[in-house]
């Protein structure tokens, strides 16, 4: 079982609570270390030319290290910031060309204002030449190319930053860490909560809707959904059609029965937008889920696309119980033994509906639908 202090762990209920303190927290780490490398290369360089020449000392390292973090910090919480209310507000509904060249000009502007600050305020400061020194230690033709080669180094630490918020976005927060370090290249034990979640009458709506509008109708669900995962601290393990899979982390997913409010969050999520779904489909969106609680395995895969990957019985568990949401004409039916773990709530309204042997299974199992009669804010 996941420890409860685990790295990953503390990463995402610290996402989940304060998203935008995390996603420019994460910049604004980044771009420290980012900086401290180059001026660490910078007080190198200075020390080779001091050591030729005969030169003295050109850079004080205590101010230049306190200047690398200074900048780090401004630039990480000026794009960081940027990025993370764009992203939310703006950026989702461009093309992707488009974003990445309003966060190029974005960054070149913020470089170019950042050099002026150096010029001009903190270069006397760093330097350890004394203004009135004969050594002329950056005369105007120099201060170009130090700009260019500014302007090359944090073009490709943007690109290596953004490539790890990337990995983020993918993964989830806290993950990166654990993969680098390979925590998932053999098979790791872990207790999880699988919920699947499948479109109703996904066949005749594609149907009315036509192949374009029911793309956009699922993209726009899932968009929907996406937005209920960091208030219940859940992770989408995968998208398969018009089918979406949530999971937990067991303590977090029980907690205050997190895997049994999120389905119905994300149907009030829906409904705050009827304006717009019967507008544009003429319909809202109707899911119906499964969820199940068990042991899996989680190990990095794939060679041409790498992932990280669940197996286990829990996984074919909830995706059998979702598929028996028909049969029973339920919108949600949850595990007996998943009920057992995150005990009853005064807004829970349980139904048992027996023993059933699920497809392919050979032992029977309890379920229950499950409905919520006044869902408390999350």
């Not at 900048?71 to 940027?82: D, Q, T």
């Not at 895997?259 to 119906?288: M, W």
């Not at 042991?295 to 019985?313: P, S």
């Amino acid at each position: 079982m996941l420890h409860r202090f685990e790295y990953t762990s503390l990463a995402q209920d610290f996402t989940a609570r304060f998203p935008f303190l995390s996603y420019v927290g994460t910049q604004v780490s980044y771009w420290i270390i980012a900086n401290l490398l180059l001026f660490t290369i910078v007080r190198l360089l200075s020390q080779i030319i001091a050591a030729q020449y005969r030169l003295p000392e050109l850079v004080n390292p205590g101010a230049l290290a306190l200047a690398a973090v200074g900048i780090g910090i401004l630039y990480g919480v000026s794009l960081g910031g940027a990025d993370y209310l764009l992203d939310r507000n703006f950026f989702r509904k461009l093309p992707l060309g488009k974003v990445i060249l309003i966060k190029a000009f974005g960054s070149v502007a913020l470089l170019s204002t950042l050099f002026l600050l150096m010029c001009f305020v903190l270069f006397d400061f760093l330097s350890v030449v004394p203004n009135n020194n004969s050594f002329d230690l950056l005369n105007e033709k120099s201060w170009e190319p130090l700009f260019y080669l500014l302007l090359v180094y944090y073009f490709f630490m943007t690109l290596i930053i953004n490539f790890a918020n990337q990995v983020n976005k993918k993964y989830g927060p806290g993950v990166l860490a654990p993969l680098l370090l390979g925590r998932y290249r053999d098979p790791k034990q872990e207790a999880r909560i699988f919920m699947f979640m499948d479109l109703k009458s996904s066949t005749s709506l594609a149907e009315q809707l036509g192949h374009l509008n029911y793309s956009a109708f699922i993209r726009d669900s899932f968009s929907d959904i996406n937005k209920m995962l960091f208030p219940f601290r859940a992770q989408v393990y995968q998208y398969v059609g018009d089918e979406v899979v949530v999971s937990w982390p067991a303590l977090h997913g029980m907690e205050d029965h997190r895997c049994v409010r999120f389905y119905f969050a994300c149907k009030k999520q829906f409904e705050s937008r009827g304006g717009y779904y019967r507008s544009n489909y003429g319909r809202l969106p109707e899911f119906k889920a499964g969820i199940h609680m068990g042991m899996v395995t989680a190990v990095e895969i794939g060679e041409i696309k790498r992932d990280i990957a669940y197996h286990g019985d829990t996984l074919n568990t909830a995706a059998r119980i979702q598929g028996v949401c028909n049969d029973y004409k339920k919108e949600l039916i949850i595990s007996g033994y998943l009920l057992s773990k995150v005990g009853p709530h005064p807004s829970m309204d349980v139904e048992m509906l027996g023993m059933i042997l699920l497809r392919g299974k050979t032992k029977k199992i309890g379920i229950m639908s499950v409905d919520w009669i006044d869902q408390k804010e999350n």
